[in-house]
């Protein structure tokens, strides 16, 4: 798994105006991996995981991160709605809000998955970068001052180039399936919710969030073995099912000297 060893420099541009605000920002990401576990063209590699076994080059990831507000005062004073766009390569850190990757267990041994990286590589070969982007959006809606509902959504897409694809560099360890099957840690990630916000008094909230998230894995309708328990579930095989999960969240929040 690559390593940070350099600050992300970024250059961002806003714009804030009555009828809202928007913003673009472009950021660089550098991946460094740790040295080869076994000979990566030095010859014979004596010790694993040292100077010894060389290392692939450093390279440079980049992610484009968009987002607009555009209020609705006209619908009632402080209604909004609002969306956002990222993409980027060997940056999925900055691009999927540090999201880590997705696992998700069924009735019947099933499993929905995916593998989020900045980038990939196996003894021997370069630094292959991660394609990632999304999309989402929201509008709130303020029935009253002090009461309103908000309706959200996004997609988001982790993709591997075809040498991680075909090389089958994620199933030789902890993964293994069929070898008439591909070996794609490739998913998808999407989300729909309702979120409800009570302030009956200044500083006291109420507020109900409902969320159903869906992962679309790119193993989906394989059967897969995995080598390595994932919390409680064991090891053993499993079949690949795109899967989801609904959501339902409470929360009280008192907070002093509100206005």
Known sequence: MPTTVAPDPWVALRISQAWGRASVAVLGHKNAATYYSAGGGVGICTQAGTTLCNHPSDQWGFAVVSGIEIKLDSLSPGSRIGGYITYGQGASRITRNSQTSPGLF?????????????????????????????????????????????????????????????????????????????????YSLWQIGTHHDWFPVPGLRFAVDVLYTGVESAFAGQTITLGKAVGARPTGVYTAKDLGILSVAFRAQRTWGAD
């Open 106 to 186: 069924g009735s019947g041994n099933q499993i929905a998955f995916g593998v989020l990286t900045d980038a990939a590589y196996v003894n021997g070969s370069s630094l292959e970068l991660t394609t990632t982007w999304a999309a989402g959006g929201g509008f709130e809606y303020f029935w009253t001052r002090n009461f309103s509902s908000t309706i959200y959504g996004g997609y988001t897409r982790t993709e591997y180039n075809n040498n991680v694809i075909a090389g089958r560099w994620f199933c030789a360890g902890t993964i293994t399936v069929s070898a008439a099957s591909a070996c794609d840690p490739g």
